[in-house]
């Protein structure tokens, strides 16, 4: 079974950045459709933020697009978020997700706070 351990989020002033970074405990990266960030705020539905393709394709959210990326290191199993020019409608939990056709598997969620 699939075990996701989320680590990098914490408070940060408007405009900080922080690395969000999501370990595999076992099965690899490369394997699965695609390997996710998404966020969700009380009261919303869960959004999905970025997404890198087993080919290496990387979609993002119009609202981070050009402040966030994504990454993945397949030697480590680790896929990382970077997120730069961070604004207070960032403030979520922030869930990493592996994807395939049977199966989702979902970090523990860290939590993210954009305030001065």
């Known amino acids: 079974q699939v075990q996701l351990v989320e680590s990098g989020g914490g408070l940060v002033q408007p405009g900080g950045s922080l690395r969000l970074s999501c370990t595999a405990s076992?099965?690899?990266?490369?394997?699965?459709?695609?390997t996710d960030w998404y966020r969700q705020v009380p009261g919303k539905q869960r959004e999905l933020v970025a997404a890198?393709?087993?080919?290496?394709?990387?979609t993002y959210a119009d609202s981070v697009k050009g402040r966030f990326t994504i990454s993945r290191d397949l030697t480590k199993n680790t896929v990382s978020l970077q997120m730069n020019s961070l604004k207070p409608e960032d403030t979520a939990v922030y869930y990493c997700?592996?994807?395939?056709?049977?199966?989702?598997?979902w970090g523990q969620g860290t939590q993210v706070t954009v305030s001065s």
């Open positions: 890198i393709t087993r080919g290496g394709l990387r």
């Open positions: 997700n592996l994807h395939n056709p049977l199966n989702d598997y």
């Open positions: 076992s099965g690899r990266l490369f394997d699965f459709t695609s």
